[in-house]
């Protein structure tokens, strides 16, 4: 296994040097050196290493200060400490630094190989282990409908509500706060439908102007009006076949509600200026985050076109009320921005995640897809921390109630907080042992093993920063 690992040994004395690079590369190691710990870290940060083997007394910057700024900088590489004046407290210590192992002076080529060769196993256990976990991940997350993922019971009623509705011609209207995923729920509706092939059109009746509402949505004829040079499809036109989505359908004007309306009934379109209407096959769905039976009660929303609309009614609750899906949706924009932005963050401190839990998110998933992305742009190490946050998510207050803390009256809500700092602390002192772990939170194995899924903290330990 190890004819390809790379070796960095650092030591001042030079023939401890020569003696460690003659056995290493005999044993099929690929070997550097460095005389001291500040050329170490120098030498680390140009070249990827698997493995350091580091003196721990050394002029200009010893083993240890070498270990802290080490972890600091996030080196990934195991590091192996040695001294000949070592001591059980020395060893401790050292391994309460991140070192993975500490072997005493003078030493055999054997014992050397040993320590090497149980440091490459454990690496490649942990990179398994991560293979798996991001394996089972996707098969649990990004599957769950569309490219919408979830966990809480309220999102999987919602995914089993439109997979249901989604193979029938039926209208579909979907309804919930601004960021709640109403587009994305319409995409996977239009997927799994049989107009899958057809086009997918997406138009925002509140954002166009009410004078180019009616020519977006049913289009023109060549002279129709001043202007009209040529003819115009309109939107109906080009979604003929697939799916047409109404974005905040509560925003149409009602001369064109009317005019909507037909198009439900008849199954025809008039563009403006032509001499009669012509078919389209068009499934509609359409969304918005008004309540459409108040607006009807209010006079500024037809009824015959709500009742049309409303077959098949789908609501999305807000982030605040489905809390169990925060640690999953997180790890996702991670995971996503952590890609497109080339980032060597790896995962989200539980100190953080205790913040994200307790926010009220108004802004729902939009807004907590925006936060991660700017937590990933500031982390400078390799979590994601409290600071990395926006300040109103309150990592810089002090003196907060307890209350203000839980940010609400919820026990449940409560409890989570609760739960995901401590089990992460555990985790974190424990360097990821979980059984010693859950001795330390006294739970049991299999209660801590749930929460660790459910909380999103399968990435915390190895030494990682809370």
């Known amino acids: 296994m190890h004819n390809k690992q790379r070796i960095l040994i650092i030591d001042d004395e030079d023939n401890m040097r020569h003696m460690l690079a003659s056995v290493l590369v005999r044993l099929g190691y690929q070997v550097e050196s460095a005389a001291n710990g500040r050329i170490g870290l120098e030498t680390l940060a140009a070249q990827e ?35 000949a004046f070592g001591s059980v407290d020395t060893a401790l210590a050292a391994m309460r630094l991140g070192a993975y192992d500490y072997i005493s002076k003078p030493f055999k080529a054997d014992e050397i190989e040993l320590t090497l060769h149980k440091a490459e196993e454990r690496e490649g256990l942990k990179r398994a282990n991560r293979e798996l976990r991001d394996k089972v991940a996707s098969l649990e997350g990004e599957c769950d409908f569309g490219k919408m993922v979830a966990r809480s019971k309220a999102m999987q009623d919602v995914f089993t509500l439109a997979a249901k509705v989604a193979p029938h011609a039926t ?39 009410e004078n180019l509402i009616e020519s977006e949505l049913f289009g023109y004829v060549k002279g129709a009006f001043t202007g009209a040079d040529k003819n115009k499809m309109g939107l109906f036109a080009e979604a003929d076949g697939g799916t047409l989505f109404l974005d905040e359908i509560g925003e149409l004007p009602l001369s064109l509600q009317v005019k909507l309306l037909r198009v439900l009934q008849e199954g025809e379109v008039q563009p403006i200026g032509a001499s009669g209407p012509s078919k389209v096959d068009v499934r509609i769905i359409a969304a918005t985050a008004r309540d459409l039976a108040q607006e009807v009660g209010l006079g500024l929303f037809r009824q015959d076109l709500f009742y049309r609309l409303n077959v098949v009614h789908i609501v999305l609750p807000p982030l605040r009320e489905r809390t169990g899906d925060i640690a999953l949706l997180s790890e996702f924009f991670l995971k996503r921005y952590v890609k497109r932005l080339e980032s060597p963050v790896a ?21 907590l897809e925006n936060v991660i992305e700017r937590a990933v742009v500031l982390a400078e190490k390799k979590v994601v921390l409290p600071e ?73 330990g190895d030494g990682k920063e809370i």
Not at 171 to 187: C, D, P
Not at 408 to 422: D, N
């Open 171 to 209: 209208t579909v209207l979907i309804t919930g706060e601004s960021g709640t995923g109403k587009e994305l729920v319409a995409q996977g509706i239009h997927q799994r439908s049989g107009r899958a092939a057809g086009k997918f059109v997406a138009v925002n009746c509140g954002g166009l102007p």
């Open 347 to 367: 995962g989200i401190a539980p100190s953080a995640m205790t913040l994200l839990l307790q926010h009220a998110w108004p802004g729902n998933v939009r807004e």
């Open 388 to 460: 990395n946050l926006p300040d109103t998510f309150g990592a810089r207050q002090n003196g907060r109630r307890l209350d203000d803390f839980f940010g609400g009256f919820s026990i449940k809500q409560a409890q989570k907080i609760m739960e995901t700092s401590l089990i992460g602390r555990a985790l974190q002192s424990t360097g990821g042992n979980k059984s010693k772990a859950a001795e330390l939170l006294e739970i049991s194995y299999p209660s801590l093993l749930s929460k660790i899924k459910e909380y999103g903290l399968e990435r915390v």
């Open 49 to 83: 290493f698997d493995a350091v083997l580091c003196d721990i007394r050394m002029p200009e910057m010893d083993g240890m200060e070498f270990l802290r700024q080490a972890t600091a900088a996030g080196i990934s590489a195991t590091i192996v400490m040695m001294s």
